[in-house]
């Protein structure tokens, strides 16, 4: 049996490590430069990097790596040897301060939209102490911030960086106005609920689709889905349970702190949900996570899918980004609180989010814009493309006597103020969730369920942290002008002014419903579609203005990021297109084609005996099905000789004209073909069917 608190963060050089390894000195020298955000003294560095190296090796590290997450969305690693040569020919183990701090990858080949020429080659990766370093497959992983030569941002992390640290400057400033001088830092927290598809190896092996592309571009829908709902919550099966069983283990010996797991509503879906951690661990966790759920299930003759929407009919997979706000003392700054003082802060707070979300509602789309997200998004199982709050129907009733001064039933009496004594209790968990909206306030966090599964969360919680830095900054800014004598009143008018201004993007109701969709476009709200549609508001002047001047983005780094999300949408498609051009033609057509021979070839038997029996049937199977399919064969080559002419056109004027070609044009296109092909499927014999089927894909674990 399993000993958890024995396993648990084994292999991570996690502060328990450090506090029994380290010199008392260099151990609060190392968290003291970790508080401040200053640069690593090379002596505290060179003694931190023995202890870190002695430890790796003893849990059977031979190599280091600088683990960092560039814009491909993954992570990456250079594996180097602890082994220096001696002159005597024999060998030592070991590791410098100066290499624990800073590593120099090439960053050439790295996605930089434009940052950096192909000759350019040198980058740094720089450690991030706040996260733990951890040993992975005999391999020291030191997290890693990465960036060029010129310092621009070539990965994920540092933005999120910037933003955390960004966001703590100004959720202090309010605090302080508040009087509160007890709390030294603020920290943004993540809970990253992981869903994944399981299906086995043999059958994943046997579709170009699903290893090109990560879904399947052809497939009619098995005489089952998910539509008794006996999937969702059910018991697991053996084979999944084993393999939950050993991630779990694997997941617990990292440190990540994995802790739910069930049976997903589709079949074959499941999902895996984490605690809460600090913003930058848990998308650490999270990179951690998608890749062991990977391994494990190789392990297992399995092959775990992250794509958003690996097959159709049936739930795709997202990952909820469960988002708050805490201080260091361990206060969350989204907690209704039982005091008038506690209700105001955290209104104030509340308020700040209700007004960034409205105000950067195309950002929040475009942090989880991509191809494998605009499956998804708009579905029967996932938020829809505009943006709104859910906040219940309880608080959504505070607000509204806060905006118009009535006295809320839970008051005593009276008019609604905030900070004095008539303010109720605000209701915490008194309304149900509502699954339809994308940034839900679920009692003490924002669920933001928009966020793709194969997705990394840093885009997502960067773009959150930002926008809510922007809007206490703007708060803040306010209330100190104020002063003492008129913090009150100014706080009473910045929350009911901001609830009047931006009410527009609270929605309680059915964020599936076509009247939803006419209500949020009289409202003013953007109903950003696709991927296409969404990344250039990437780029609008008050996007710009939010990353910059918080330093979040450079004006270059934010246009790079464009044309990198950009080119990558263009680069899926085409895979995605050429792939099922490649099955079609050489899977599909020829497996038909065989099939109406065969069946050709019997129906000149059968006619053949009908004559001599003088006998005429009224439906001959052979015959229906040889001509359906044959004018269903035609019909597809036609489809795909389409498919072929409009992927070969290039004369794009740009990448973005490209994207909005390959939407308008191509994907159309595809879907055409894959519904001839479908229907073709149907009326094939099974053993004539050149690829496994949803049937046997999505129930044979």
């Known amino acids: 049996m399993t000993n958890v608190p024995e396993i648990f963060g084994s292999m991570v050089f996690n502060d328990a490590v450090m506090h029994e390894r380290l010199p008392e000195d260099t151990y609060r020298s190392l968290h003291k430069t970790i508080e401040d955000g200053k640069e690593l003294d090379i002596t505290v560095a060179n003694a931190v990097a023995g202890a870190m190296k002695d430890w790796a090796i003893e849990k059977g590290a031979t190599h280091f790596?600088?683990?960092?997450?560039?814009?491909?969305?993954?992570?990456?690693?250079?594996?180097?040897?602890?082994?220096?040569?001696?002159?005597?020919?024999?060998?030592?183990?070991?590791?410098?301060?100066?290499?624990?701090?800073?590593?120099?990858?090439?960053?050439?080949?790295?996605?930089?939209?434009?940052?950096?020429?192909?000759?350019?080659?040198?980058?740094?990766?720089?450690?991030?102490p706040t996260s733990y370093a951890f040993v992975k497959d005999g391999v020291l992983c030191i997290p890693t911030a990465f960036c060029s030569y010129g310092g621009e941002a070539l990965d994920k992390k540092t933005p999120l960086l910037r933003?955390?640290?960004?966001?703590?400057?100004?959720?202090?400033?309010?605090?302080?106005?508040?009087?509160?001088?007890?709390?030294?830092?603020?920290?943004?927290?993540?809970?990253?609920?992981?869903?994944?598809?399981?299906?086995?190896?043999?059958?994943?092996?046997?579709?170009?689709?699903?290893?090109?592309?990560?879904?399947?571009?052809f497939g009619a829908p098995a005489p089952k889905g998910q539509e008794m709902d006996d999937h969702y919550f059910g018991a697991i099966k053996p084979r999944i349970s084993a393999f939950m069983k050993e991630l779990n283990e694997e997941l617990w010996k990292l440190?990540?702190?994995?802790r739910t797991e069930h049976n997903e509503a589709a079949p074959a879906q499941h999902e895996l949900a984490p605690i809460y951690l600090t913003t930058n661990q848990a998308t650490d966790q999270n990179q951690v996570t998608m890749e062991i759920m990977k391994n494990v299930a190789r392990k297992h003759g399995m092959v775990c899918l992250l794509h958003e929407k690996p097959f159709a009919g049936v739930n795709?997979?997202?990952?909820?980004?469960?988002?708050?706000?805490?201080?260091?003392?361990?206060?969350?700054?989204?907690?209704?609180?039982?005091?008038?003082?506690?209700?105001?802060?955290?209104?104030?707070?509340?308020?700040?989010?209700?007004?960034?979300?409205?105000e950067y509602q195309e950002m929040m789309r475009v942090c989880v814009a991509s191809a494998g997200n605009d499956?998804?998004?708009?579905?029967?199982?996932?938020?829809?493309?505009?943006v709104s709050i859910f906040i219940g129907d309880d608080l959504a009733e505070v607000l509204d006597c806060i905006e118009t001064g009535k006295s809320y039933a839970g008051a005593e009496s009276g008019r609604m103020e905030i900070g004095v004594s008539v303010l109720p209790s605000i209701p915490k968990d008194s309304t149900d969730r509502n699954r339809t909206s994308p940034f839900a306030f679920t009692g003490n966090k924002f669920e933001y369920r928009s966020v793709g599964s194969s997705q990394s969360i840093a885009g997502a919680n960067t773009v959150i942290n930002t926008i809510m830095a922007e809007e206490l900054k703007?708060?803040?800014?306010?209330?100190?002008?104020?002063?003492?004598?008129?913090?009150?009143?100014?706080?009473?008018?910045?929350?009911?002014?901001?609830?009047?201004?931006?009410?527009?993007?609270?929605?309680?109701?059915?964020?599936?419903?076509?009247?939803?969709?006419?209500?949020?476009?009289?409202?003013?709200?953007?109903?950003?579609?696709?991927?296409?549609?969404?990344l250039p508001a990437f780029l609008l002047e008050k996007n710009i203005k939010l990353f910059t001047s918080h330093n979040i983005y450079t004006e270059k780094e934010m246009r790079s990021r464009y044309a990198i999300l950009l080119d990558t949408y263009n680069k899926i498609i085409n895979i995605e297109a050429h792939t099922m051009i490649d099955m079609a033609?050489?899977?599909?057509?020829?497996?038909?084609?065989?099939?109406?021979?065969?069946?050709?070839?019997?129906?000149?038997?059968k006619l053949d005996l009908q004559n001599k029996m003088n006998e005429k049937i009224m439906h001959n199977m052979e015959e229906e099905t040889v001509l359906a399919l044959s004018q269903l064969c035609d019909k597809a080559f036609t489809k795909l000789v389409l498919l072929e002419t409009l992927i070969a056109k290039t004369d794009y004027k740009d990448d973005l004209a490209r994207g909005q070609y390959y939407r308008d044009s191509v994907i159309p296109a595809m879907e055409s073909l894959?519904?001839?092909?479908?229907?073709?499927?149907?009326?094939?014999?099974?053993?004539?069917?050149?690829?496994?089927?949803?049937?046997?894909?999505?129930?044979?674990i």
């Open 65 to 128: 790596t600088h683990w960092f997450q560039p814009m491909t969305g993954r992570t990456a690693e250079k594996h180097d040897s602890f082994i220096s040569p001696q002159s005597d020919g024999r060998v030592i183990m070991e590791f410098s301060g100066k290499e624990l701090i800073k590593g120099e990858p090439d960053a050439s080949s790295f996605p930089s939209g434009g940052l950096r020429a192909t000759f350019e080659a040198r980058g740094y990766t720089a450690w991030d």
């Open 163 to 217: 933003s955390m640290e960004e966001i703590n400057t100004q959720a202090l400033r309010i605090l302080r106005l508040f009087g509160n001088k007890e709390v030294k830092h603020v920290w943004t927290t993540v809970g990253a609920e992981q869903e994944y598809f399981l299906v086995d190896r043999k059958l994943y092996n046997r579709r170009k689709d699903l290893i090109f592309c990560g879904r399947t571009l």
């Open 255 to 258: 440190g990540v702190y994995a």
């Open 316 to 358: 795709g997979s997202g990952k909820h980004n469960n988002w708050s706000i805490a201080t260091d003392t361990g206060v969350n700054l989204l907690e209704p609180g039982k005091s008038p003082y506690e209700n105001a802060q955290f209104l104030l707070f509340l308020a700040a989010m209700i007004k960034g979300i409205d």
């Open 375 to 386: 499956h998804r998004l708009g579905a029967a199982e996932a938020p829809p493309a505009i």
């Open 474 to 534: 703007e708060f803040a800014d306010e209330l100190e002008k104020a002063g003492k004598d008129d913090f009150t009143a100014t706080l009473n008018e910045i929350i009911r002014k901001t609830i009047k201004e931006h009410k527009r993007i609270i929605f309680n109701g059915d964020g599936y419903s076509e009247v939803w969709e006419e209500e949020a476009k009289r409202r003013g709200l953007a109903n950003l579609r696709t991927t296409v549609d969404a």
């Open 585 to 605: 033609r050489k899977e599909i057509l020829p497996a038909v084609s065989r099939y109406v021979g065969q069946l050709s070839s019997v129906l000149t038997a």
């Open 674 to 700: 894959r519904k001839t092909c479908d229907q073709m499927e149907q009326m094939v014999a099974k053993n004539y069917w050149p690829f496994p089927q949803y049937g046997d894909m999505l129930f044979n």
